[in-house]
């Protein structure tokens, strides 16, 4: 009865964290549809590919938010409100201090970051433009994932949800406004999304300060938060360099494909942007087995943490094969939605059959991972990704794309064979430290 209701409780609390992810991925389709509707081909290659870099950043922020996610939860589950309120402060002050060093260097070094994209030379301001504009509100992603991942730390996934919708709005309006009456173009859409989450982070702030989260948070309060920045990092480091790195694999091989010309840039460009909306299904996952697993390890219940797995499993496995289903049936009509471009159109589902594969084991994958982030074994989460990217993704990429006569599924077909590895490592893993838990319930 407990395990049938904790599936129940995994999928209403991930319905919400899917939701939001799949809006906040909405803020780069939409660039990429304002541009490809009112801008050219080559706004709509220097839009991916810039969209593309700040993942990587975007990656590196919601990996620290882990160590924020599985400190906080745990304490919470243990009703330490005093620990609870220091890890929040702890938080405030690094994830400010990233926010500022991330601004400086991505504003001096934007150039830099499009040349390391590979992109074509007659998009190369446009995307440069494109990621220096969105650099300089770094301020606003950092503190846009920090405070989803509080909030959902504490049991709460639709409020940030709620303040996602809000921002994709304004972006939305934004980037319609600034590329349409304007014609601003890459500049625009980059303006707009920065704009936008900007406004959410005040938002969710002021929120936080009238309605609270289930404690009261005094960041001017001496009460040890020094003391978590160590933790913090220890703990969400490694799921933040995995993410990066395992973030710019993917533009590493999109720019193997940026090579074969701007139509190829494009076409690989929708797609990546059709992949980012599907791959929302395992990320949510991540995160919500990560907060129940921290909620269980808090709570001294390993059984529970181990049901958590399991319905993770269940529901990511169910979802991840729909997404595939579609991916490889349909995806052609999906790319539609960026691109009206049938050359472009072509490339794209060609890539996206392949990425079907990916998704669905991806999906599994992924619940593994959360579960091994609530257990803090994030040094492995960390290895598992490094292993793959070195052994087998960039590998066979590079020789599919420079040794043998390059296709674009053949490129697309790295990120599936890293993806299976990656699955292989995480139940060998898993059974190695099936003793390490009693998984016994606190009041078995």
């Given at each position: 009865?407990?395990r049938n209701?904790?599936?129940i409780?995994?999928?209403?609390?991930?319905?919400?964290?899917?939701?939001?992810?799949?809006?906040?991925?909405l803020y780069?389709?939409?660039?990429?549809?304002?541009v490809g509707t009112?801008?050219?081909?080559?706004?709509?290659?220097a839009v991916?590919?810039?969209?593309e870099?700040?993942?990587?950043?975007?990656?590196?922020?919601?990996?620290?938010t882990?160590?924020?996610t599985?400190l906080?939860a745990?304490?919470?589950?243990?009703k330490?409100?005093?620990?609870?309120?220091?890890?929040?402060?702890?938080s405030?002050g690094?994830?400010?201090v990233?926010?500022?060093?991330?601004?400086?260097l991505?504003a001096?070094?934007?150039?830099e970051?499009?040349?390391?994209?590979n992109?074509?030379?007659?998009?190369?301001?446009q995307?440069?433009?494109?990621?220096?504009?969105?650099?300089?509100g770094?301020?606003?992603?950092?503190f846009?994932?920090?405070?989803?991942?509080?909030?959902r730390?504490?049991?709460?996934?639709?409020?940030p949800?709620?303040?996602?919708?809000?921002?994709?709005?304004?972006?939305?309006?934004?980037?319609?406004?600034?590329?349409?009456?304007?014609?601003?173009?890459?500049?625009?859409?980059?303006?707009?999304?920065?704009?936008?989450?900007?406004?959410?982070?005040i938002?969710s702030?002021?929120y936080m300060?009238v309605?609270?989260i289930?404690f009261k948070?005094?960041?001017?309060?001496?009460?040890?938060?020094?003391a978590?920045?160590?933790?913090?990092?220890?703990i969400?480091f490694p799921?933040?360099?995995?993410g990066?790195?395992t973030?710019?694999s993917?533009a590493?091989?999109?720019s193997?494909?940026?090579?074969?010309g701007?139509l190829a840039?494009?076409?690989?460009?929708?797609?990546s942007?059709?992949?980012?909306?599907?791959?929302?299904v395992?990320?949510?996952?991540v995160q919500?087995?990560s907060?129940?697993?921290?909620?269980s390890v808090?709570?001294?219940?390993?059984?529970?943490?181990k049901q958590?797995?399991?319905a993770?499993?269940?529901?990511?496995?169910?979802?991840?094969?729909?997404?595939?289903?579609?991916?490889?049936?349909?995806?052609?009509?999906?790319?539609?939605?960026?691109?009206?471009?049938?050359?472009?159109?072509?490339?794209s589902w060609?890539?996206?059959k392949?990425c079907s594969?990916?998704?669905?084991?991806?999906s599994f994958?992924y619940?593994?991972?959360?579960?091994?982030?609530g257990?803090?074994?994030?040094?492995?989460?960390m290895?598992?990704?490094?292993?793959?990217?070195?052994?087998?993704?960039?590998?066979?990429?590079y020789v599919a794309?420079f040794?043998?006569?390059p296709k674009?599924?053949?490129?697309a077909?790295?990120?599936?064979?890293?993806?299976i590895?990656?699955?292989?490592?995480?139940?060998i893993?898993?059974?190695i430290i099936?003793?390490?838990?009693?998984?016994?319930?606190?009041s078995s």
């Open positions: 009865m407990k209701r904790l599936i409780d995994v999928i209403k609390f991930t319905i919400p964290v899917l939701l939001a992810l799949f809006v906040q991925a780069g389709a939409v660039d990429l549809w304002a009112f801008a050219t081909t080559d706004d709509v290659s991916a590919i810039g969209s870099f700040m993942q990587i950043i975007t990656q590196l922020v919601v990996g620290l882990m160590g924020v599985v906080l745990s304490n919470y589950a243990q330490s409100e005093d620990n609870c309120q220091a890890i929040v402060k702890a405030f690094l994830f400010f990233l926010g500022v060093v991330l601004t400086l991505i001096l070094f934007a150039r970051g499009a040349l390391l994209m992109s074509p030379l007659e998009a190369l301001e995307t440069t433009a494109y990621i220096r504009v969105c650099g300089l770094s301020l606003g992603i950092v846009f994932n920090l405070l989803g991942s509080i909030f730390a504490v049991g709460d996934s639709k409020t949800f709620i303040f996602v919708c809000i921002t994709c709005v304004i972006n939305i309006i934004g980037d319609y406004v600034l590329t349409r009456f304007f014609a601003l173009g890459t500049l625009g859409v980059a303006i707009s999304t920065t704009v936008s989450q900007i406004i959410s982070v938002l702030l002021a300060s309605k609270g289930g948070v005094d960041l001017f309060k001496k009460n040890g938060s020094r978590f920045v160590a933790p913090m990092v220890k969400g799921v933040a360099l995995q990066s790195v973030e710019a993917y590493i091989v999109i193997f494909a940026n090579t074969l701007v840039s494009a076409g690989v460009g929708v797609a942007k059709v992949i980012m909306f599907v791959y929302l395992p990320t949510a996952f919500v087995i907060v129940f697993t921290s909620e808090g709570q001294g219940d390993f059984r529970r943490a958590s797995l399991y993770g499993l269940i529901w990511a496995g169910l979802f991840g094969f729909i997404a595939a289903f579609a991916l490889f049936f349909y995806g052609d009509l999906i790319s539609l939605i960026f691109t009206k471009d049938e050359a472009v159109i072509d490339i060609e890539y996206l392949v594969i990916e998704c669905l084991v991806l994958v619940s593994i991972l959360g579960f091994f982030n257990l803090s074994r994030t040094r492995f989460v290895i598992q990704g490094l292993l793959a990217i070195i052994l087998v993704k960039l590998p066979y990429a794309t040794v043998v006569e674009v599924y053949n490129i077909l790295a990120d599936a064979l890293s993806s590895f990656q699955l292989i490592l995480c139940l893993y898993l059974f099936r003793k390490s838990y009693s998984f016994k319930s606190r």
